[in-house]
């Protein structure tokens, strides 16, 4: 019961609609378990009427809420329907919790590291057109795709875990509103991806500016290659620091653009010929 919960879960936003959002998709997902609570037909069609009403949550984090939910239609059809009075307060409180905590973790963190891997891949593999648009060197059509291939690879794993972990402590752990919510430590989670995709972005960085420096500069000087690096990780820098002072990213943006006037004015540099 739980494998085919588990594969229906990924038709989750199948019949997502502006009404009752993914309210079709809870109620497909949920069906094997409803089945087996309520094998009485009238009683099974009230089940997934109930599932009918406004459902929305982060896709990937729904199994939490499923499994819930099954254990609590499982108890039910045992205890008395009294059981059910509870269950949509439980059913709204774990889709919001879970709603924030899923998109701060693949919206925000995972999807961009997707693009960041394939960065790094490419780069690994002695691909550089994502830098110089005007390589005339040929690159095979196995690297080309190795680089995307990985970053959807670690964000599928990813996900397809978090479902059937989801799924399986959601159903253990049916019929309270905090259901779960300690299946990991979350904010650990956060932090770990947020350094993770902040020293691929310092890898990136490092390697883009030291390639056009590279390529541009030619036999220049170690100061003047130094100042090409230092600039870049000077930003990202400060963007943590302002960051960590709980700063928002357009008090960094306004810093790092008022910080760049006045070195730019102090040295004289040409910001725009400075790399090119």
């Given at each position: 019961?739980?494998?085919?919960?588990?594969?229906?879960?990924f038709?989750?936003?199948?019949?997502?609609?502006?009404?009752r959002?993914?309210?079709?998709?809870?109620?497909?997902?949920?069906?094997?378990?409803?089945?087996?609570?309520?094998?009485?037909?009238?009683?099974?069609?009230?089940?997934?009427?109930?599932?009918?009403?406004?459902?929305?949550?982060q896709?990937?984090?729904?199994?939490?809420?499923?499994g819930?939910?099954?254990?609590?239609?499982?108890?039910?059809?045992?205890?008395?329907?009294d059981?059910?009075?509870?269950?949509?307060?439980?059913?709204?409180?774990?889709?919001?919790?879970?709603?924030?905590?899923?998109?701060?973790?693949f919206?925000?963190?995972?999807?961009?590291?997707?693009?960041?891997?394939?960065?790094?891949?490419?780069?690994?593999?002695?691909?550089?057109?994502?830098?110089?648009?005007?390589?005339?060197?040929?690159?095979?059509?196995?690297?080309?795709?190795?680089?995307?291939?990985?970053?959807?690879?670690?964000?599928?794993?990813?996900?397809?875990?978090?479902?059937?972990?989801?799924?399986?402590?959601?159903?253990?752990?049916?019929?309270?509103?905090?259901?779960?919510?300690?299946?990991?430590?979350?904010?650990?989670?956060i932090?770990?991806?947020?350094?993770?995709?902040?020293?691929?972005?310092?890898?990136?960085?490092?390697?883009?500016?030291?390639?056009l420096?590279?390529?541009?500069?030619?036999?220049?000087?170690?100061?003047?290659?130094?100042?090409?690096?230092?600039?870049?990780?000077?930003?990202?820098?400060?963007?943590?620091?302002?960051?960590?002072?709980?700063?928002?990213?357009?008090?960094?943006?306004?810093?790092?653009?008022?910080?760049?006037?006045?070195?730019?004015?102090?040295?004289?540099?040409?910001?725009?010929?400075?790399?090119?």
């Amino acid at each position: 019961m739980l494998f085919k919960m588990f594969l229906r879960s990924f038709f989750i936003q199948a019949g997502w609609n502006y009404e009752r959002f993914q309210s079709l998709g809870f109620a497909f997902a949920l069906q094997p378990a409803l089945e087996k609570a309520w094998p009485d037909r009238e009683k099974l069609k009230a089940a997934l009427l109930r599932h009918l009403q406004i459902f929305n949550t982060q896709p990937y984090m729904a199994s939490f809420v499923i499994g819930n939910i099954a254990r609590m239609e499982e108890r039910a059809a045992e205890a008395g329907e009294d059981q059910l009075k509870h269950m949509p307060g439980v059913k709204q409180a774990l889709a919001s919790s879970f709603a924030s905590i899923g998109d701060r973790i693949f919206w925000g963190r995972l999807k961009p590291m997707t693009v960041q891997i394939c960065l790094l891949v490419w780069s690994a593999c002695g691909f550089y057109g994502w830098l110089f648009t005007g390589m005339d060197g040929a690159v095979s059509f196995g690297v080309l795709l190795a680089g995307p291939l990985a970053g959807i690879a670690a964000y599928s794993v990813f996900s397809v875990y978090i479902r059937w972990k989801g799924l399986k402590a959601g159903y253990a752990c049916g019929g309270s509103a905090n259901c779960a919510l300690d299946a990991a430590n979350w904010p650990r989670l956060i932090r770990l991806l947020s350094a993770a995709g902040f020293a691929m972005s310092l890898a990136i960085a490092l390697l883009a500016f030291g390639l056009l420096a590279g390529f541009n500069c030619g036999s220049c000087r170690p100061a003047d290659l130094l100042l090409k690096l230092g600039l870049p990780l000077a930003v990202l820098a400060l963007h943590r620091v302002m960051r960590a002072l709980g700063r928002s990213v357009f008090f960094s943006a306004g810093l790092i653009l008022a910080a760049s006037v006045l070195l730019f004015s102090l040295l004289g540099l040409q910001p725009f010929e400075l790399y090119l």
